[in-house]
């Protein structure tokens, strides 16, 4: 199938890309890496009459640490934060997730702002940004927005984001000295969407955590942080102690069923990965099996 007949701007700046998303309002939509956007006209599930092209805008390319923050533009290419030593540096996570997001060639033309205005609640990259305490930056008719990543998925495929912003930029704080990070995710083959996946970040001191930020992805309509992880943080995690947040977190989360788990193994499936990540972080083989009450 091919998509519907559509009208094609490439945006030169900022302002003219919100000058066309203003003029088209829900007639039209941003084209950035293409990745989601072209599978999806082709398939007519959407049939936008304007593409406005943001490719050739640079300002809304590049990562750049400034102090304690780093920013990454919206146009950043999967490919680009994995290769990036600042990355490596200031945000781990995000190379290790990256690795997961399909292969090479999608890798290459794919997103980092595509990915997060998509929404997709098994995507990677907007479960990482809960884990990494992200600001998200939008820009609009009225100016700049601000708002932290937990706020900014609102359900499936949908976001804060209004049909007149472009979402420009990403802010971290960069990586604490006592940081340490856990990634992985349940799949059927290896670049497949999550059926479900983790992604964490904690401080670490004396065997203990001071922090912990547990963001589930593929669990729900949107990624979800964890309230238990305050059950872990400030003493020493015992078999109990995680096997009484383990039970928990299967009562916070509420995962749909689909042609790939019922919403029972999703349960299943995040208590496992709880329990790999606290081990994994504290460095304690024995609360691999996830703790027994
Ligand atoms: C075969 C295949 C497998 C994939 N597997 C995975 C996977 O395992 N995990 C994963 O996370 N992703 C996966 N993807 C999706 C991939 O990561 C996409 O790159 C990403 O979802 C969208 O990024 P994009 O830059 O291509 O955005 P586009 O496709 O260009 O846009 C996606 C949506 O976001 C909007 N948009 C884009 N940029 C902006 C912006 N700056 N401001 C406002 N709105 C914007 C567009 O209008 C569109 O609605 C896969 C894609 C394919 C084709």
Redesign the pocket.
Known sequence: MKASAFAYARATSVVNALELLAAHGDKA???????????AMNLRLISPELIVD?NGIAE?RGIAVRGDTLKLG??TR?VDLMRSPEIAAHAPLLARAIA????PA?RN???L???L??A?P????PACMLALNATIIMRGPGGERRMAAEDFFTGIYETA?SVQ????AVELPVAHKNAAYFFDEFARRH????IVGLAAQAIVKDGIFADLRLAFFAVGDRPVLAKIATKLVGGEVTPAILSDASMALGEQLDPQEDQQASASMRRHLAKVLLARCVSALLGRPDLKAGGSA
């Not at 997961?100 to 292969?103: D, F, L, S």
């Not at 912003?165 to 420009?168: I, K, M």
């Not at 670049?191 to 999550?194: H, T």
């Open positions: 939509k941003v084209l950035s890496g293409g990745q989601s956007l072209m599978p943001i809304l919206a146009l999967h997961h997001i399909a292969h999608i033309r794919g997103t702002g595509g990915s205005a998509h997709d098994a995507s990677e990259l984001l912003e472009l979402l420009v670049g497949d969407y999550a």
